[in-house]
């Protein structure tokens, strides 16, 4: 059975339940006490010497980091539509999956951590970044319905949880009509879960 240590207010978690729950994948869920610590204790540095949810594990096979277990569920349970082969199209999907992990992480994400759990960061920054990367995913998502190809992949779950919690990070998306759209597609999908604090439509 899958077993997934996670934050239930993690969006870099959330990631992960949603592929988990699009594949149908049954999985137990590990609540992680965050409050208390328990991501820096020995036992779970064992797993993630960062420190860090979301912590995939699959038998034997302990992974972390929300993008490698992306990869990792597509291709271990998943079909090539979540993950193409093709080159171009898979090199299309690693960009946004860098893109998850640098502009999305520090612009909307920053802006989240910064307004609901109260860390200090530097605030013109992350609103600066997010305002550039909410331009161009309007742009691509006014030519297309997705962000690779003309269906879901993995670049999609990758980028969607901190799009959706963006107003958790004060904010507004509604100079975003195509961005917006997209964010409906996403939660038309059969199977789809959400978590508290996301954009509804
Ligand atoms: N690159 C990592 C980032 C993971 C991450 O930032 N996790 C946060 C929760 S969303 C966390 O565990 N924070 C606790 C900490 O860093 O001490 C990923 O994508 O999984």
Do not use: C
């Not at 860090?52 to 277990?69: G, M």
């Not at 520090?106 to 307004?115: A, E, K, Q, T």
């Not at 961005?179 to 038309?188: E, N, P, T």
């Amino acid at each position: 059975m899958l077993k997934l240590y996670e934050f239930a207010v993690s969006g870099n978690a959330h990631k992960v339940r949603l592929l988990l729950s699009l594949l149908r994948l049954e999985y137990d869920s590990i609540a992680v006490d965050g409050l208390n610590k328990q991501h820096k204790t020995n036992e779970f540095l064992a797993m993630n010497p960062f420190g860090q949810v979301p912590v995939l594990v699959d038998d034997e096979f302990i992974l972390r980091d929300s993008t490698a277990i992306l990869v990792y569920l597509a291709r271990q349970y998943g079909d090539t539509h979540w993950l193409p082969n093709e080159p171009q199209a898979l090199s299309q999907v690693m960009a946004w999956l860098a893109t998850s992990a640098n502009e999305l992480a520090w612009g909307p994400s920053r802006l989240r951590v910064h307004y609901k759990f109260g860390r200090e960061i530097n605030v013109a920054e992350s609103e600066q970044i997010t305002n550039n990367l909410l331009a161009i995913l309007e742009k691509q998502l006014t030519h297309s319905d997705w962000l690779v190809l003309n269906h879901i992949t993995i670049a999609d779950i990758a980028m969607y949880p901190y799009i959706a919690l963006a107003q958790e990070g004060r904010v507004d998306l509604a100079d975003y009509p195509a961005v917006i759209a997209w964010l409906g597609r996403i939660q038309a999908l059969p199977n789809y879960v959400g978590m508290a604090g996301m954009w509804e439509g």
